[in-house]
């Protein structure tokens, strides 16, 4: 439980340079050590969403487990003399002792949800900011549209195989995110390594390419990989490769891709085809430029299968969540706590410790209730939605890892399970249920 | 040269499935030893975009030397029967022994442009598409978008502050991309220790929150700090914080930040009172959700330098350069190469192996000239496009670490500057130059 992982890379040099100056300046003026409650949350969901969903919080705890500076981050500070000697001894030391919580991994959000809340010094909270607003924001802008995507397939599962549409890493985190909020599999090895997700993957154009004639390309996958493959079909003309494919694989096999054309006219013509010569249980699998529309657009369509690319780990056009992360008390030397706000034009922020809850009409959801800081003692119906992360500095590891996303899956599924239907429409509007904010 | 870096994480499960299993059927079919040339291109430009900036390329060589299969990546691929044994003992061996070509890093680019060539073997080819693709759809999204947003600024610095809004390792590589393209520093400390890129930083909402007044904050900051620091005014009122910014600082005060209405009135009036208190040389720096059209309408308004956060990480609007990875030619069973395409309806690859020059009318380009395989003998003039960046295994490490970043930014500075003026329009248009393919 939050011993530091050895081995591993620090990350704590995933920020912004600001951060550390800021606690250089704060130590300096001795407030450092003021208690802090630092909230991340998003002001609006993206334009015609009508609701989010948290990813990424399993991740921020597996990283802060590594968020120490070794020799190597603390001679970089010192030779390009971003903070101070009294500044990085502090750091040499730096362990996050404070509290985290927030809604848990998979559960979906509203404008105003309190996803986060750090509290602890305010040097502590502060260093960390940019590390939790960077996974969130991107781990859960994926799992947003994941959840979007996944919905509009119904019970038809969806494949993640977006990987080579953006940045290597960010790859393996949305091919997470994915699998969270609906996705039944990813193409990424390294999501299967590390969170125990499941991976697929049919074979690419190069494949046939390579060989001399699509025959041998089809014999050389099944004679490999057995006839449960699935084959590609429009390297040259579908239909060819569709007889092609039965006459070396059978009835029995797997499935067929088709990754252009149009694809519903094109599902249509293959499952005939494939039905006529008996291979009725092989199955269709799309996969070109997918997104929420296009897998709708398809539900009338003999497809098994989606497989999503560029759309999903692009956000479907929101690629980040914009959460922010905002200092919302923090207690002054006698030790009361003093609740602050920006008050620039334009941008304004609840400030408080807050409480949330979801409340709800027998099985739909119907308000995210948020206290500012506390809810009305006798509001006792509906479901907390905060829970504890990280106590005192001490990881609780059950959200970490495979376990961590296994168990995010299923409460995904449960929460938007319970949101009304409108929730469910893909037309631009408004967020499912209301956000209200109770002042006590 | 090349050489395995110990004691780094592998990068070769950052790949897809499918790559993998057709390793194993083209090891089966004994035909994954075809030399086989691959290429990376871009079919079209992001919508409306005059050019492109490749970058990426140095991080695929660093993750290049790690693209080995340890005990910790055969056995996910083992247990979860990935591949077979034949598999594993050739990726246990692997190895990258072939030839890659390209764009060097910061170069531009158009529709077409060859940007990466690998000669190699079908199965070490293939192994590095889903790698070769992120990095370049990544990188090079971020960098075409920082090329724009440093034009429209002109003399004035930008500085890339998005890390916050971004996946936390996206965040470095972005920040390195827009450096490359013509931006002067990040906030990413990551990115400034792997890549010496200078880091820069202000201070957050938060700090001035977390003192008892404003003034304390401010006094913290330049006590800590020095006078040459850069205070944020717009905690609460505007004007009130220039002139207690002045009385703590004098007008030595290095700068000023403004992050939130209307930019360009509140700079003329920043600047019209700090210079009536004397503080001319302090300077102004805005970071409000900019993108290089809000840049371009700041330029009449007296701001010294942008901050430039979540459009720039997201590629103002194609956070994907949509590049893709294609087999173009490859050797048949008498070693004689084949140039393959695929004809399926609606995406066509020009085959065979290219070279690529950059024509021009004086100092002024006007032609992407790109032969199938060979350009013209007779075409002698302009300048070749294509570098060698691996060489039978060897990497040229010139391209990579610090030294990479810093030849890109040159290059990237020396290619642009051959652009006919229309490539900096910012409104939608065609590619600057056409792309011509000659046959020969």
């Known amino acids: 439980m939050g011993e530091l992982t050895t081995g591993r890379a620090a990350t704590s040099l995933l ?11 704060s130590l300096h003026a001795g407030t450092a050590h003021r208690r802090s409650l630092f909230e991340a949350f998003g002001r609006r969901l993206p334009a015609g969403r009508r609701f989010g969903v948290v990813a990424g919080t399993g991740r921020i705890l597996e990283m802060l487990r590594d968020f120490r500076f070794g020799s190597a981050e603390l001679r970089f500070l010192e030779e390009t003399k971003v903070v101070d000697s009294t500044t990085l001894d502090w750091l040499r030391d730096f ?50 549209a994941a959840s979007r995507m996944s919905n509009a397939a119904g019970d038809r599962p969806c494949a993640e ?26 193409s990424n090895l390294e ?30 996958q099944v004679g490999s990989l057995g006839t449960d493959t699935i084959l590609l079909l429009d390297t040259y003309d579908v239909d060819e490769a569709l007889r092609t494919a039965i006459e070396i694989a059978g009835t029995d096999l797997g499935g067929v891709r088709l990754d252009s054309g149009d694809l519903a006219i094109q599902a249509h013509e293959v499952r005939e085809k494939l039905d006529a010569l008996g291979a009725v249980n092989t199955t269709i699998t799309v996969t070109s430029d997918l997104d929420e529309y296009a897998i709708a657009g398809l539900q009338a369509a003999p497809v098994d299968s989606y497989g999503v690319g560029t759309r999903l780990v692009t ?23 003093v609740s ?16 949330a809850r979801r409340l709800y009409d027998g099985a739909i959801a119907i308000e995210e209730a948020v206290g500012v800081p506390n809810l009305p003692t006798d509001m006792t119906d509906g479901r907390d ?40 429409r893909l037309q631009d509007g408004e967020p499912a249920i209301p956000t209200v904010f109770y002042d006590d």
């Open 340 to 355: 602050v706000a920006k008050k620039a034009s334009g941008k304004s922020s609840t400030g408080g410790f807050k409480q």
């Open 315 to 337: 956000g479907s056009g929101a690629p980040t969540a914009s959460l922010v992360y905002k200092l919302v008390s923090r207690q002054d030397d006698g030790g009361q706590w």
């Open 191 to 220: 999501a299967g390594r590390r969170y125990g997700v499941r991976t697929i993957g049919t074979s690419a154009h190069s494949f046939t390419l390579l060989h001399d004639t699509e025959r041998q390309a089809f014999a050389a």
């Open 15 to 25: 920020t912004d340079h600001y951060e550390l100056t800021m606690v250089q300046a």
């Open 161 to 186: 195989m977006g990987s080579r549409r953006t940045h290597e890493e960010a790859a393996v985190a949305a091919a997470r995110a994915a699998v969270v909020a609906g996705f039944a599999s990813t």
């Open 385 to 424: 939605l905060t829970v504890d992360l990280v106590v005192d500095g001490v990881i609780d590891d059950s959200f970490t890892g495979a376990e961590g996303v296994r168990k995010a899956q299923h409460r995904h599924a449960t929460s938007k399970a319970e949101l009304p239907r409108s929730a469910h």
């Open 95 to 144: 362990r996050f002792s404070g509290t985290i919580r927030g809604y848990a991994e998979g559960e979906v959000y509203f404008p105003g949800s309190p996803l986060l809340t750090v509290e602890s010094t305010f040097a502590e909270a502060v260093l960390l900011e940019t590390l939790i607003l960077s996974v969130l924001n991107h781990d859960s802008a994926v799992a947003s």
